[in-house]
Nanobody
Framework: QVQLVESGGGLVQAGGSLKLSCAAS????????VGWFRQAPGKEREFVAG????????RFADSVKGRFTISKDNAKNTVYLQMNSLKPEDTAIYYC????????????????????WGKGTQVTVSS
């Protein structure tokens, strides 16, 4: 089993930045990709960004390209989501998720491909 714990959420003004962290524990060696998803009130969960654990592949939703970056620290089994130029529409609960199946260097963009999920962290962007 893999446990994922998100941190770093909070309240920020539009145009500001936040950095989310996703710490993996347990059978972290079983992780092949990590993704960030978000869900705003009344909306469906959507993919935000992801990266392949062993390679260089990254993937971003069009809505965050150029504003968000994703990185990892292998030694800490932690993935980071740096969010810049935040907008009120970025307000949501952000979830970290991990893929436990080997897709190579491919980063899935759908939640169904992810096997492990964190409990989420709230991000609120005020206008």
């Amino acid at each position: 089993q893999v446990q994922l714990v998100e941190s770093g959420g909070g309240l920020v003004q539009a145009g500001g930045s936040l950095k989310l962290s996703c710490a993996a524990s347990g059978r972290a060696v079983s992780i092949y990709a990590v993704g960030w998803f978000r869900q705003a009130p009344g909306k469906e969960r959507e993919f935000v960004a992801g990266l392949a654990w062993s390679g260089e592949s990254t993937r971003f939703a069009d809505s965050v390209k150029g504003r968000f970056t994703i990185s990892k620290d292998n030694a800490k089994n932690t993935v980071y989501l740096q969010m810049n130029s935040l907008k009120p529409e970025d307000t949501a609960i952000y979830y970290c998720a991990a893929v436990g199946r080997n897709y190579g260097d491919f980063v899935p963009g759908t939640g169904a491909a992810y096997d492990y999920w964190g409990k989420g962290t709230q991000v609120t962007v005020s206008s």
